[in-house]
């Protein structure tokens, strides 16, 4: 079966050509400015074909989708031979709501299920409903698709770690919980790390730590979400390249009536202009923190310490609320190819188990156990793959 993985933006589009029965991603590629002009990059993966990188016009994702398809059954670019190749397409959502706890089969009824969700993700939504309708339009109603949420797999969160202690009414007339966020990955990286340790998945307790533009570490006992850092938004939990994670909300009302912002120019500093960037005054980038911090700017120094610090304790609360851990994942941009970061992360705990081998650890994109031999915990880089999670869960719905 070939799945078509798609991560559609408000202006962007994403997609991979996966061939299951050899996990291969056959073509990847980007659609960029949708709506304002546009460009698509196709990179052909099979067959020898060239890159098409250019500007063409997007109007709409109709139109994205359109060239998307064109460019992977074109005899230049292409890498199957029609349209009836591509046997289904698997959707990232971002916002499942209390509606969805794993993936699902996309129906006029799910349709309607996924705009009732879109309130709670106002920028990401609307973006997923409109590619899952332009592959519609594009490929017919026959061609099935899947619905992958990054919420979904913390559906499992007991009510004592997703309930705001707010009045209770929040939660039960507006859904006002933790919901949690890059679920996919999450659930990717742990089943790749119960295969890598050899043991079931239903044995162990897992600390995943998600580090890249966007940060959520979360706890999973027996393959099931416990906790999550991320909560009703992706707002909070670690500060992140731009994002402030948690603060203390009688800031807002401080810092609105100071200087006269109202909400959306509030909720715009701590989404945009806060976290490794807001601190250091330097980047959203890690390698340009350390970069600076190297050539003397504390600022940058503080901003790296402050996420490894918060990573640090998030994984001390953790094993708590599980009554241990047997290992601790690091994955995404940060957690894949920083070592820094990953010893420093690590440098601490040892009182828990925790034993870095440096030599291991020495190691950029790829599977690998970076503790010693001898560590109670052991912890493990793993890159994460959500396009070949959405294309496996794809799969298996459309069988
Ligand atoms: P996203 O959350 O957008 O999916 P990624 O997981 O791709 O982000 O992570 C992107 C981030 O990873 C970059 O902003 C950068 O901070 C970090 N990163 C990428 N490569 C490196 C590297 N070699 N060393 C340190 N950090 C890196």
Redesign the pocket.
């Known amino acids: 079966m070939k799945v078509l993985v798609i991560n559609a933006g408000s202006s962007s589009l994403k997609y991979q050509l996966i061939d299951m029965e050899t996990e291969a991603v056959l073509a990847k590629g980007l659609c960029e400015r949708i709506g304002i002009d546009g460009h698509l990059k196709h990179t052909p993966l099979v067959g020898g074909k060239p890159v098409f990188n250019e500007d063409i016009a997007l109007p709409t994702h109709s139109e994205a989708i359109a060239a998307v398809i064109d460019k992977l059954t074109s005899a230049e670019y292409g890498v199957v031979a029609s349209m009836s190749e591509i046997d289904a397409v698997g959707h990232r959502v971002v916002h499942g709501g209390e509606k969805f706890a794993s993936s699902v089969r996309i129906t006029d009824e799910v349709m309607k299920a996924l705009e009732d969700c879109t309130p709670f993700a106002p920028l990401h939504n609307p973006a997923n409903i409109t590619g899952i309708n332009a592959c519609t339009a594009v490929m017919g109603k026959d061609v099935p698709q899947v619905a992958v949420f990054d919420t979904a797999f913390h559906q499992t969160m007991p009510a004592k770690a997703f309930t705001y202690a707010v009045p209770y009414e929040y939660y039960k007339n507006d859904g006002i919980r933790r919901y949690g966020f890059h679920g996919t990955s999450h659930r990717y990286v742990s089943a790749r790390c119960a295969e890598l340790m050899g043991k079931p998945i239903e044995e162990l307790k897992l600390i995943s730590c998600?580090?890249?533009?966007?940060?959520s570490i979360c706890a999973i006992d027996g393959g099931k979400s416990v906790d999550t850092s991320m909560g009703f938004t992706p707002l909070v939990g670690l500060p992140m390249?731009t994002r402030s994670g948690d603060l203390d909300a009688g800031i807002l009302q401080y810092l609105m009536n100071k200087y006269g912002m109202n909400i959306d120019e509030m909720l715009n500093v701590l989404n945009k202009k806060s976290g490794v960037l807001g601190v250091s005054g330097v980047s959203?980038?890690?390698?340009d923190l350390?970069d600076a911090h190297k050539k003397g700017n504390d600022r940058a120094g503080l901003a790296v310490d402050m996420f490894n610090y918060g990573v640090k304790k998030l994984i001390g609360a953790y094993a708590a609320a599980m009554n241990g851990v047997d290992a601790i994942i690091f994955t995404?941009?940060?957690g894949e190819?920083?070592k820094g970061?990953r010893a420093m992360v690590c440098d601490g705990l040892e009182y828990m188990g925790v034993k870095l081998d440096p030599a291991a650890n020495d190691v950029?994109g790829k599977e690998a156990v970076i503790s010693a031999a001898d560590s109670k915990v052991k912890v493990l880089l793993i890159p994460?793959n959500e396009e070949l999670m959405i294309a496996m869960d794809t799969e298996a719905l459309v069988g």
């Open positions: 998600h580090m890249g533009n966007g940060s390249g959203s980038d890690f390698r350390e995404a941009g940060v190819n920083d970061i950029r994460t």
